[in-house]
């Protein structure tokens, strides 16, 4: 089925880049994970045959360029997406310490999104040959790949990703999220797809840092998207860990500290809203005027990822208040059908659940029939493929949204790895909250 997520682009530059693409030929050989999905067994055979397929996609969709660095595709879109890409590889961070040959492709990605945050902070996608494919500016899109960075120098021990490349990406992330939180005054971005002619609706300051788009590539409605906001303060603690340790930059470790401490702020005065039914849970968006949106989106950073990307944890009781909300029928993108309930996303058809939202509503779950209950729905959304797509219809699975899409089958990679006993590898450490840099 044609996706929903491009639908703007001009089809005449698609063609022209659809080269860019890697095809099934041009598959890295990958030892480690290959042996690691041949030899996987589990005594229900539908549920290995999917995680083969979802382990081994990440493999079909990353390529080495001409310049050494590594170019991961989205799937069936000929671009890479910046935070699609930091998501695609995490599965392989568990392979990396005692697999050479991981090590380096994974430098080739975090190498290469070093350069696409220098060539633009605001933009969300590139491709292969580092032109920006779309330039939503997505405040995750500047957190993934410093989490990406700091997931794999803490996984594998090697400092050696720490060039003077990187720092330059990690000032201009530092930069961007500085100049955005006071958009208003700061900020010259614009762009069509938003509101109010391109420049967005009207926001109070709050210490947060303003951003264009969600993670489904959506405007947003009011532009301090909460989970983004989490997301960066995640962020925020890993360049402040990586200059204190890394770069031995003190200045920078306390620019980054404070910074993270002014977006907490935020969130917990202006994110929280109290709703009768369920007490003080976050807001999908705020705008620091008193406006409010609760919902939240399958893709992530989403709300209910908060424990996930180390933002807090499962125990929570804001979360755990949020959480009741969020699969619930008063969360308006909540759907159920006669397969699956779940999440959804208003980038794809009404009604519709996305298997990234099954995932991870798994993965931040305590309780193993819940769990086990997420794997059962996630296995019936096979439309006989053995892959995770975007969408599917809850009451049939063989009606979903993009024939390829790498993102979910990394993420359900990590979800049967976890689920086997394989701790998580953590994007960043919730005790951070308290971090001072000395």
């Excluded at 095809?23 to 042996?35: D, M, P």
């Excluded at 069936?76 to 995490?90: G, K, T, Y």
Aim: one cysteine or more; aromatic letters at 12%.
């Amino acid at each position: 089925m044609i996706g929903l997520r491009n639908k703007l682009c001009v089809c005449a530059f698609a063609l022209a880049l659809v080269s860019a693409l890697p095809s099934s030929s041009s598959a890295l050989e990958l030892q480690s994970i290959a042996q690691a999905a041949v030899s996987y067994r589990n005594s229900d055979p539908h549920l290995a045959e999917m995680f083969r397929s979802a382990l081994l996609d990440t493999s079909k969709l990353a390529q080495y360029a001409p310049d050494g660095t590594v170019y991961v595709a989205t799937g069936d879109i000929p671009a890479e997406w910046l935070r699609d890409a930091s998501a695609q590889v995490r599965p392989y961070l568990y392979y990396a310490k005692s697999d050479p040959q991981i090590r380096a492709l994974l430098r080739g990605i975090l190498a290469r999104e070093a350069k696409y945050l220098q060539i633009d902070p605001y933009a969300n996608a590139f491709t292969l040959d580092y032109r920006v494919w779309e330039e939503k500016f997505e405040l995750d899109s500047l957190a993934y790949p410093v989490t990406l960075a700091w997931s794999y120098w803490k996984a594998t021990g090697d400092a050696s990703i720490f060039t003077d490349d990187e720092s330059k990406a990690l000032d201009k992330v530092l930069d961007t999220m500085e100049r955005e939180q006071d958009h208003p005054k700061n900020s010259r971005y614009t762009e069509n797809e938003m509101f109010a002619g391109g420049a967005g609706r009207p926001v109070g300051y709050t210490g947060m840092i303003w951003t264009g788009f969600r993670p489904s590539d959506d405007a947003c409605y009011y532009n301090f998207l909460i989970p983004s906001e989490m997301m960066a303060v995640v962020a925020l603690g890993d360049i402040a860990d990586i200059e204190k340790h890394a770069y031995r930059s003190v200045s920078k470790a306390r620019e980054a500290t404070a910074l993270r401490n002014e977006v907490q702020h935020g969130i917990q005065t202006y994110g929280l809203v109290t709703v009768p039914k369920y007490g003080s849970i976050y807001a999908y968006e705020v705008d620091g005027l008193g406006n409010a949106i609760l919902t939240d989106d399958a893709n992530v950073p989403s709300l209910l990822s908060a424990p996930y990307i180390g933002y807090t944890t499962a125990q929570d009781k804001y979360y755990q208040n949020t959480r009741a909300f969020l699969l619930s029928q008063d969360n308006p993108s909540y759907y159920a059908g006669a397969v699956a309930r779940g999440i959804g996303s208003y980038h794809t058809p009404d009604h519709w659940v996305w298997p990234l939202a099954l995932v991870m509503e798994g993965l931040t779950s305590t309780a193993p029939p819940e769990r086990a209950d997420v794997l059962a729905q996630l296995l019936s959304s096979d439309p006989g493929d053995h892959l995770l797509h975007e969408s599917f219809d809850p009451n049939d699975p063989k009606r979903f949204t993009r024939q390829d899409f790498g993102w979910p089958n990394a993420l359900f990679s990590e979800y049967v790895l976890n689920i086997d006993g394989t701790p998580l590898i953590p994007m960043g450490d919730p005790a951070n909250l308290e971090f001072r840099a000395e």
